[in-house]
């Protein structure tokens, strides 16, 4: 925002600085909305340091959110330096001006609101008086206003994150019911019968050398109902591991997919790597609601890898970049035409599993692409915007 950097050089005029504090154009994330908007108000009133002080929903408390102009001031009103100003706006939910006994610091605190109520406290400093005029004045209120929608998003998007994770969450904890259920009845049943025909083989073994004809198709008809079971039974065992839930609260992101790689190896199917990239962002701004999505998502393309694909070599990435997380799978197989199955219809059962990968990761507000061509393996790459990446909670510099 050239000329309107609190503090440097000329002060714009009351128009220009009316019409820089309602600039409401550009500022996606939160970050910079609030420092956009701090910016402005200090600089609508000619002073050298903005701060926000906002509310913590969780502790009740003022905390230092964002800030605009000298570093030095900006640090002293983070320590809270402001002659009590923001407890007291805080508390009588008006302005409060006064000069700082010690150094003649002029410290003006407006109340920042959000749905009727106060979230915060933007607090303007400077060595001199901010200006009094009503414009100037007028342009420094929109400007904490506009500090109060920006908070008030973070608040929608913190509600709507939490909504996600428990609707997935729920949905994690029916899989792992149906899972439950798969392993109690029908798994229990196939193994009883698996049993059976192995007694029944026996007992036809023990019959012939008895000396008893059997039936010339009986053998391999017996074998033949071994095999189905069996190859049934191992189905289901594959499809429970598939639906148990993996202690997604508790456990970082890199450890459940590694979960998932290893539990896709020890199945013996085809050899995969992981590789994680990017982390010393660690683990900011991935959601429980991510972490469950990852995992769906790669336990799927790793089934689809080897049960499509054929392949024999899976490599899993996963990348952290401040701007959102990126999975991608790789694998050596088949390949396959992807518009052709994309526009596929009157298949002789529904598929859920491409289909289901890109609701997942767009619900999220991702995007998943996979590439493919006979012969030329697939790669499935899932995208995720990190959420809130810059949460006003993480302000660097200002706790100190
Ligand atoms: N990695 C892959 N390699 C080769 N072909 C693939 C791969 N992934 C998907 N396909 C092709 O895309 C089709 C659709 O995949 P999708 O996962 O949607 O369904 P499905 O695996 O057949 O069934 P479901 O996932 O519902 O059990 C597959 O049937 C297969 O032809
Ligand atoms: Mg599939």
């Given at each position: 925002m050239p000329g309107l950097e609190p503090g440097a050089g000329q002060a714009p005029t009351p128009l220009d600085a009316l019409i820089a504090a309602t600039d409401l154009g550009g500022a996606d994330r939160e970050r910079e909305a609030l420092e956009g908007a701090l910016a402005a108000a200090a600089a609508a009133v000619g002073v050298r340091a903005a701060l926000l002080l906002r509310v913590d929903p969780r502790s009740g408390r003022l905390a230092p959110a964002a800030a605009a102009g000298d570093p030095a001031l900006v640090a002293a009103l983070a320590r809270g330096d402001d002659a009590g100003v923001a407890d007291e706006v805080r508390a009588a939910g008006g302005e409060v001006a006064?000069?700082?006994?010690?150094?003649?610091?002029?410290?003006?605190?407006?109340?920042?609101?959000?749905?009727?109520?106060?979230?915060?406290?933007?607090?303007?400093?400077?060595?001199?008086?901010?200006?009094?005029?009503?414009?100037?004045?007028?342009?420094?209120?929109?400007?904490?206003?506009?500090?109060?929608?920006?908070?008030?998003?973070?608040?929608?998007?913190?509600?709507?994150?939490?909504?996600?994770?428990?609707?997935?969450?729920?949905?994690?904890?029916?899989?792992?019911?149906?899972?439950?259920?798969?392993?109690?009845?029908?798994?229990?049943?196939?193994?009883?019968?698996?049993?059976?025909?192995?007694?029944?083989?026996?007992?036809?073994?023990?019959?012939?050398?008895?000396?008893?004809?059997?039936?010339?198709?009986?053998?391999?008809a017996l074998g033949r109902i071994y095999e189905v079971l069996g190859g049934a039974l191992h189905e289901m065992r594959e499809l429970i591991g598939h639906l148990r839930p993996a202690q997604f609260e508790s456990r970082t992101l890199p450890e459940i997919l590694t979960d998932a790689v290893r539990a896709f190896e020890a199945r013996g199917d085809a050899e995969a790597t992981f590789s994680v990239e990017g982390d010393a962002l660690g683990e900011e701004g991935i959601t429980l609601s991510q972490r469950i999505t990852f995992y769906r998502i790669l336990q799927e393309a790793l089934t689809n890898a080897h049960r499509h694909g054929h392949a024999r070599s899976i490599s899993v990435r996963l990348r952290f970049a401040r701007e959102g997380t990126t999975l991608e799978v790789a694998d050596d197989g088949e390949g396959f035409d992807v518009d052709a199955v994309a526009g596929r219809e009157g298949t002789p059962r529904p598929r859920f599993g491409v289909v289901g990968m890109r609701d997942r990761a767009n619900l999220l507000g991702g995007t998943i692409a996979i590439t493919s061509a006979a012969g030329e393996g697939t790669l499935v790459a899932v995208y995720l915007p990190r959420w809130r990446p810059d949460d006003p909670a993480a302000f660097p510099g200002l706790d100190a």
């Open positions: 006064r000069r700082r006994p010690a150094d003649g610091l002029h410290v003006l605190g407006i109340p920042v609101r959000g749905s009727g109520r106060t979230v915060g406290v933007c607090v303007l400093a400077g060595p001199s008086a901010p200006d009094p005029d009503p414009v100037r004045m007028h342009a420094a209120r929109f400007a904490a206003t506009r500090c109060g929608w920006a908070i008030e998003r973070g608040h929608l998007a913190d509600s709507l994150e939490r909504a996600m994770a428990q609707i997935l969450e729920t949905d994690e904890r029916m899989l792992g019911r149906i899972g439950l259920d798969i392993h109690d009845g029908p798994t229990q049943q196939l193994s009883v019968a698996l049993l059976e025909v192995q007694l029944l083989e026996a007992e036809l073994g023990d019959a012939e050398a008895a000396g008893e004809v059997l039936p010339d198709k009986l053998r391999p």
